[in-house]
């Protein structure tokens, strides 16, 4: 059974940074890719960020390029969100999720994990 465990959420001003985890278990995840969504209140699920769990390709949505960096531990089967210079519009819960090479919509993932809040102040 697939596992995917969100931490690092929290409340941050404007500018500052948080760093999201996700634990993953239960497969092997390389032929696989881990992604990050994220979902405001009264909106969509959106993509926000991708990484190929064998070779590391990631690609962002154009809203957090530059500003957030995905990257994974192989040996602790964990994938990380640096979020940096954050703003008010950043606000919202964040999922890890287990999905198609090249994922980007929900439809693309096979597995959620529980999501974690991050609200940034104005």
């Known amino acids: 059974q697939v596992q995917l465990v969100e931490s690092g959420g929290g409340l941050v001003q404007t500018g500052g940074s948080l760093r999201l985890s996700c634990a993953a278990s239960?497969?092997?995840?390389?032929?696989?890719?881990m992604v990050w969504f994220r979902q405001a209140p009264g909106k969509e699920r959106e993509f926000v960020a991708r990484?190929?769990?064998?070779?590391?390709?990631?690609y962002y949505a154009d809203s957090v390029k530059g500003r957030f960096t995905i990257s994974r531990d192989n040996a602790k089967n964990t994938v990380y969100l640096q979020m940096n210079s954050l703003k008010p519009e950043d606000t919202a819960v964040y999922y890890c999720?287990?999905?198609?090479?090249?994922?980007?919509?929900?439809?693309?993932?096979?597995?959620w994990g529980q999501g974690t809040q991050v609200t940034v102040s104005s």
């Open positions: 990484i190929n769990w064998s070779g590391g390709t990631t």
């Open positions: 239960g497969r092997t995840f390389s032929s696989y890719a």
């Open positions: 999720a287990v999905g198609l090479i090249g994922a980007t919509r929900p439809r693309d993932i096979g597995y």
